[in-house]
């Protein structure tokens, strides 16, 4: 067609100093005069291919006019823009006093003026004709800017719109800058505290070549938080610190250098071509893992910790992203790039346009998104696997007019002359198919500010339509909304029962910080109006109270980074009332959640949830040590290679052990154990229950049209001739599907052109869904007799059920939902709300003199586990987000949840092509529920309350995600610890997962531990091997070569001072993480007559390199002594697996493997000084690939290398 795109990437002409011209009427013998851009353009069409003169646009006259510019040529001679009119002849004008040459002082914008009520907003900005800084500027409401500067011109104050300079009132943000000899260049910049006096200041430190160096914030518990840069020769930063808190000083303009091992502490190494090629994070001095970073020009590959995955990208020529690859481990092992054995991986694979724009996306599954362009470049189509094509117009603005999907549904838009959203229609532009308008601007002093937002139903001013309007009725000087209403169609049922009037009014104020000073929620379902105040610590302007008519929060305390330690609910400080407190407390370096406890003044302890992790920020186990009389939760999770979830227990006790997970060994108040396995596109394969009779159900996906979406789940084992319980209409959305996963009951659904469920029907009833003009859920309707319908309120919400008429009113703190009033009963009732790491409450508590307990419990995917204790006071669960008992779904932002499968009903409308588990489009939080969440629908969050950057669809580049996890479990050697758990981490690779001897023996070999390894000797040992280390018993120095670094970095760093105090440093850095390593290694079970588990100091020399990497070793006692051990097993369990130590030469090489094989090792690892890499890797292949050893892996550490072989007969 005559737009398409073609072999054409851009068409444009631009005509100087002809006003009025446009390409047409330019000629070859014009001369340039001013050189003034008059008119640009662009080709918009084509003639037929006749010839080749013809398919000049301008000989068609197929040219759009993108802009015409007049100057002010004629009268000041200056060349400023006077008039600029765009496509659709709307002008936009600036005037300039004086208006001939000289120093400016005034330039007035004026913008299209608006067809819906004839005005131009109009903005000013007044200068310093001597300088040109702008001393104040007026916005279209004659709201003044004010700004001051000093002699250098650089600014150094500024009055907001609230704010009078004039009127003697203190400046909204003050700026300062400090350049002096001997001291280090900063800038400050202090903003106004709600007390319109004092300020809260930062400051920004530079060094000599004016780079960052430091930057120092006030904690809120005094004293600064600093952070610090540091460069090498070459100006690369190759130390930073983070969240160092100094407790005696407060911020200023000195420079205080941070000691070295301080908080948190990324040490970067850097090649020749200056690129990152080692990232070390340590905490206080302490390494908690490395990635690195390899180049091979076409790739850059990065590992990742411990629990991560390794990912590499994959780019052309021109730098472009032709494929990225997530690894199934932590090494990016790849035979394409020189592996001898590769890591499986998932990929993504990218094609663009010649101009760069994605062309096609092929996913982990092979399954393909295709994009096309129009002539001006901008997205035509777009097919998606599971919602099919989309075709977007647009209007010569480039703003879009219409969008059609693969039903045939079009989506029409109009604008105003300001380019803001006025209309929505579905179908056709007319006042039967509106569904959605916008205004703006109709409040006094509140120009180019939206006004109200409407949805209709069944169209506007037709029989039959209905109205729901959003307005804000008043807006503050800094135009945020204070005043909003709420109108619904006076024949709604919620109306017309007395339920909710209506209009209803909502307020918030603010204070001059910018913190909410109240919030005002509307009346409705027998619950009055009420005013919730907030309360502020005068210097950190954190939240410390809450009260409205009652109590809520009375009190909050905080770490000194700023993160909540504390919140004591309650209704009041007077005597006889009760309160509860909720405790955090987090891990240091990583800010991860390590406990999150709740306790009232009846009972103690509720809930007492404490978490632990792995490197990469996997939650491994979460620990709820509060008994109400039912025992402790204790869950457990394991993970396959894509970061998927694959096992969730519950044991007796907090023992996550392979060896544990049994049925036998289940217990807590509610019970599960529940195993998965995913398809190749990371959509759920099996789901088994392990509890009572075991169930695996099959899920089935066999729509060609939807090849991510699923069609039936089934107890056998084939998908074969199971009859669809899933349809999907053209654009991916449910249809039909059973009310859960193996019922018969069946319902459908009826979706909107904008991919909302609107009618849910079930039998002979319906629920319905009404939204906002901007898609958010307004009205649940459940049209059943006894049905309820729910009004969404804000943070009151109001309930219709057969004639009775209730509301539900939150109340937030802190960044959590800290209460709940209620009066369903017909009696307002308090309660306070304890939730995890995801926002999901499992605890409320009354807040009377009574504090009675509820406490519920929900499996990963947020369905509900085991009896509840108590009644729920409302209808939230998963994430804190609405559960419909009727129809069964959890609302989650712009998407229906179903917890029994674990999916949404609807393709994400977010597309993150760099996390691949979320291709599919339908899974839940990458298939790792308890690591991640998505409360929005659209992306992941991995606890810090925004979507995750990508990462290759695993949590790799930034173990510090989520902002909620723990360190590793405690030492070794009690049967309760990961020594024994069996979790196939050995250091030795992954191994295929295939320890088969450490899994035969799993159940011997926790009992040996546990009979003959002992917490206090093992403790002993340590103490003991720690002076023999410092007293030069052994030959590990190499090993310790980090700590030579930072003694030698501090030294360098300090100058002859600072070198005198490394010395000293350098033994506690030294002794400390000695002692650190040495935690790792249980050496209490020996032979008879041997003081250490490993009586050969070699063998112990592996075993404090594995400790170094963070594995948790125990040794097996060797002899014939009174264990009754064979003199031949094997040396030690690693995580769990078993494992034979050796350093040996290339002679022996073969048959010290061959030996732990006989020994019952799984894995060797083997120290070869004097051996080349090549010899030692024919070697090692020798025996478990030619001679087929049942060896899972090996290891070989050598002089200059270190690698693992896997048996790929195992794989």
């Keep these: 067609g005559k737009d398409k795109r073609g072999d054409v990437l851009s068409d444009t002409a631009v005509v100087y100093d002809v006003a009025g011209s446009t390409v047409t009427g330019w000629t070859p013998g014009q001369k340039p005069i001013l050189g003034l851009p008059t008119w640009s353009g662009r080709a918009k069409a084509y003639p037929a291919a006749n010839g080749t003169a013809d398919r000049n646009p301008a000989v068609s006259g197929g040219w759009q006019t993108v802009a015409t510019t007049e100057y002010d040529t004629a009268s000041a001679k200056l060349g400023r823009p006077l008039k600029v009119t765009d496509a659709k002849e709307r002008t936009t004008t600036t005037a300039y006093y004086p208006a001939a040459a000289g120093p400016l002082a005034t330039v007035v914008v004026t913008k299209p003026k608006l067809a819906s009520n004839n005005q131009a907003h109009q903005s000013s900005t007044y200068h310093d004709p001597s300088r040109g800084t702008v001393n104040y500027s007026l916005d279209a409401n004659l709201k003044r800017t004010e700004h001051t500067y000093d002699a250098l011109g650089r600014i150094t104050a500024t009055w907001m719109p609230n704010r009078s300079k004039s009127g003697g009132d203190s400046p909204s943000a003050k700026y300062a800058y400090g350049l002096e000899r001997n001291k280090a260049p900063w800038t400050s910049v202090a903003t106004l505290k709600a007390d319109g006096t004092s300020y809260k200041t930062v400051y920004a430190l530079l060094d000599s070549m004016l780079r960052p160096v430091q930057a120092q914030a006030p904690s809120p518990n005094g004293g600064r938080i600093l952070t610090d840069t540091r460069y090498d020769s070459r100006g690369l930063a190759d130390e930073t610190y983070t969240d160092v808190y100094d407790k005696d000083n407060a911020p200023s303009s000195t420079y205080a250098k941070v000691p070295y091992g301080s908080g948190s502490q990324t040490l970067t190494d850097h090649d020749g071509a200056g690129r990152s090629t080692k990232s070390t994070f340590m905490v206080n001095g302490v390494k908690k893992w490395e990635t690195t970073t390899t180049y091979t020009g076409d790739s850059t590959a990065t590992t990742a910790p411990a629990g991560g995955n390794a990912s590499r990208t994959i780019t052309d020529v021109l730098g472009r992203v032709k494929e990225t690859r997530t690894y199934a481990g932590t090494q990016p092992d790849d035979t394409q790039y020189g592996a001898t054995l590769g890591t499986p991986y998932t990929r993504a694979a990218h094609t663009q346009t010649r101009d760069g724009k994605p062309e096609t996306i092929t996913g982990i599954d092979d399954t393909k998104w295709f994009y096309t362009y129009d002539l001006f470049g901008r997205q035509r189509t777009a097919t998606d696997p599971d919602k099919g094509k989309s075709t977007t117009s647009y209007t010569e603005l480039d703003q879009i007019d219409s969008i059609t999907d693969s039903e045939n549904k079009h989506l029409l838009y109009e604008y105003d002359e300001l380019g803001r959203k006025t209309k929505q229609w579905q179908t056709s532009r007319t006042d039967a198919n509106l569904q959605a308008e916008w205004t703006f601007d109709t409040i006094t002093g509140a120009k180019g500010l939206p006004v109200a937002s409407t949805r209709y139903e069944e169209g506007k001013g037709q029989s039959g339509s209905k109205a729901y309007t959003k307005q804000v009725t008043a807006y503050d000087a800094l135009s945020r909304a204070t005043t909003g209403t709420m109108a619904l169609p006076p024949t709604d049922a919620l109306v017309t029962s007395g339920a909710v009037t209506a209009t209803s009014t909502t307020e918030v104020a603010y204070r001059l910080d910018g913190t909410v000073k109240s919030l005002k929620s509307a009346a409705g379902g027998g619950l009055a109006a009420e005013t919730v105040t907030a309360y502020y610590n005068a210097d950190s302007g954190l939240i410390t109270g809450l009260s409205g008519a009652s109590g809520y929060l009375l009190g909050a305390s905080y770490t000194s980074l700023g993160q909540v330690a504390q919140l004591q609910l309650g209704t009041s400080t007077a005597a006889g009332t009760k309160r509860v407190f909720q405790t955090n407390t987090y891990e240091a370096g990583t800010g991860r959640l390590l406990t999150a406890a709740t306790d009232d003044q009846t009972r103690g302890s509720v809930q007492d949830l404490n978490y632990t992790y792995d490197q990469a920020g996997n939650v491994t186990a979460i620990t709820d040590q509060a008994d109400i009389g039912n025992g402790t939760d204790n869950q457990c999770f394991t993970y396959d290679g894509n970061n998927r979830l694959t096992e969730a227990w519950t044991p007796k006790t907090a023992n996550c052990a392979t060896t544990g997970r049994t049925t036998a060994n289940l217990g807590g108040p509610a019970p599960y154990w529940t195993s998965y396995t995913y398809t190749k596109a990371g959509q759920r394969q099996t789901e088994k229950r392990n509890t009572g009779t075991p169930v695996t159900r099959t899920y089935c996906y066999n729509d060609p049209d939807h090849p991510h979406g699923l069609t039936a789940t089934t107890t056998s084992s084939t998908c074969t001739g199971v009859a669809a319980q899933y349809t999907y209409d ?482």
């Design 730 to 1211: 053209k654009t991916g959305n449910t249809t039909t599907r059973v009310e859960n996963a193996g019922s018969s009951t069946t319902q459908s659904l009826q979706w909107n052109a904008e991919g909302k469920p609107v009618k849910l029907t079930e039998g002979t009833t319906a629920t319905d869904y009404v939204y906002d003009a901007d898609g958010k859920l307004l009205i649940r309707r459940d049209n059943a007799t006894s049905g309820e319908t729910v009004l969404y309120l804000g943070d009151t919400e109001i309930h219709l059920k057969s004639g009775k008429k209730w509301a539900n009113r939150y109340y937030t703190a802190a960044g959590s939902t800290i209460a709940i009033r209620s009066n369903e009963t017909g009696t307002e009732k308090l309660s306070f709300l304890a939730a995890d790491h995801h926002s999901t409450s499992s605890a409320a508590i009354n807040a009377d003199t009574t504090q009675t307990l509820t406490k519920r419990y929900t499996t990963p995917f947020g369905s509900a586990r085991g009896n509840a204790t108590g009644t729920w006071p409302d209808d939230k669960s998963f994430l804190g987000k609405t559960t419909d008992k009727t129809t069964g779904l959890t609302h989650i932002g712009a998407r229906e949840y179903d917890p029994t499968i674990g999916q949404f009903l609807s393709v994400d409308p977010l597309l993150e092509t760099t996390k691949h588990q979320t291709l599919n489009g339908y899974s839940y939080a990458a298939n790792s529920p308890v690591t991640y969440s998505d409360p929005t629908g659209t992306c992941l969050d991995p606890g810090n309350g925004h979507c995750q950057p990508g990462s290759g669809g695993g949590n790799n580049h930034d173990p510090s995600f989520p902002k909620n996890t723990s360190s590793s479990t405690s030492g070794a050697g009690t049967g309760n610890n990961s020594s024994g758990s069996g979790n196939n981490s050995s250091g030795a690779g992954s191994g295929g997962g295939q320890y088969h001897k450490t899994k035969t023996n799993s159940s011997q070999d926790q009992a040996d531990r546990n009979a003959y390894t002992d917490a206090q000797r093992a403790a002993d040992m340590r103490k003991q091997r720690l002076q023999n280390i410092f007293a030069g018993m052994y030959e590990f120095g190499e090993y310790l070569d980090e700590i030579d670094d930072i003694n030698e970095k501090f030294c360098r760093g300090s100058g002859r001072d600072g070198c005198k105090f490394a010395g000293i440093s350098y033994e506690i850095l030294m002794e400390n993480a000695v002692e650190g390593y040495l935690a790792n290694i249980d050496e209490s079970w020996t032979s008879e007559s041997d003081d250490f588990g490993f009586d050969r100091p070699k063998e112990f020399n592996i075993a404090f390199k594995l400790a170094m990497e963070g594995h948790k070793v125990v040794a097996r006692g060797s002899g014939t002594g009174k264990h009754g051990v064979n003199p031949k097993s094997f040396d030690a369990w690693v995580d769990g697996v078993r494992s034979e130590f050796k350093e040996t030469g290339k002679r022996n090489m073969k048959n010290h493997m061959r030996k732990a094989d006989e020994q019952g090792a799984d894995v060797v690892y083997l120290r070869t000084p004097g051996v080349s890499e090549e010899a030692a890797r024919r070697e090692v292949w020798t025996v478990i690939v030619r001679n087929r050893s049942s060896l899972t892996s090996v290891r070989v550490i050598g002089d200059g290398y270190d690698f693992v072989m896997d048996n790929p007969a195992l794989k």
